[in-house]
């Protein structure tokens, strides 16, 4: 068990949608990342937020948004699902200091499937 | 820009050493990372190396990092089909702002 959680752990919906998926860290952690994993995209870094704040963006499409709540958790909302949004997505979290190992410890994946 | 890039697929027999590799780009990076994913399951690191380091054992893990060439691998002696997973690379760096950067992964299958 890494700490962090995810939920819902399965989502099934229909093209058009919209879902929110949840994220709380492990205790202590600042930053949180999403990423998607797909079998034909592999794993894609989405967003990381640090303390709050939108740290750094990776792939991620502009109908996905996120954000980092005062407590910390996150939560990853994705609109106007499309069939192509089907995938494993993860958050992971991290100590998030710069200049030392920044291990990820990561939750067991929310896995979404657009109908 | 920053990239981490590994070969998707590797196959051994099990008993045999396993050789996962990676290449990245960013000269600048302060930590290298090997993680593997289990089947239905999220990441877990397995082991990390200094950049400053040219090897690092744990057991039947081996890590060994050449800077000049920007290459890491993993080995994984006697390797066992509890080994089958995927295994990702990753680097941190501070280029562009303090980051992680992930390969996409090797699948390795182990036979009986």
């Known amino acids: 068990d890494s700490g962090v959680t995810q939920t819902p752990k399965h989502l099934i919906t229909a093209t058009g949608q919209r879902v929110t998926l949840r994220c709380s860290p492990r205790?202590?952690?600042?930053?949180v990342y999403w990423y998607q994993q797909s079998l034909d995209q592999g794993l894609q870094f989405l967003i990381q937020y640090y303390n709050g704040e939108e740290r750094a963006k990776g792939n991620i499409l502009e109908r996905f948004s996120a954000q980092q709540f005062p407590d910390l958790h996150s939560e990853l909302n994705l609109s106007s699902l499309e069939l192509g949004d089907s995938a494993l997505y993860f958050c992971?979290?991290?100590?998030?200091?710069?200049?030392?190992?920044?291990?990820?410890?990561f939750g067991p994946g929310t896995r979404l499937t657009v109908l | 820009g920053e990239d981490v890039e590994q070969s998707l697929f590797l196959s051994v027999r099990e008993g045999d050493s396993s050789v996962i590799n990676c290449t990245y780009t960013d000269s600048s990076s302060t930590y290298l990372y090997w993680y593997k994913q289990e089947p239905g399951a999220g990441l877990q690191l397995l082991t990390y190396i200094f950049s400053n380091m040219d090897m690092k054992q744990d057991q039947r893990l081996t890590v060994l990092l050449n800077k000049k060439d920007k290459h890491l691998s993993l080995r994984i002696a006697d390797t066992q089909t509890g080994d089958s997973a995927i295994y990702f690379c990753?680097?941190?760096?501070?280029?562009?702002?303090?980051?992680?950067?992930f390969g996409a992964g090797t699948r390795l299958f182990v036979k009986a």
């Open positions: 990753a680097e941190t760096t501070d280029t562009g702002g303090f980051k992680t950067i």
């Open positions: 205790s202590g952690d600042l930053s």
């Open positions: 992971a979290s991290s100590v998030g200091f710069a200049g030392g190992n920044n291990e990820q410890f």
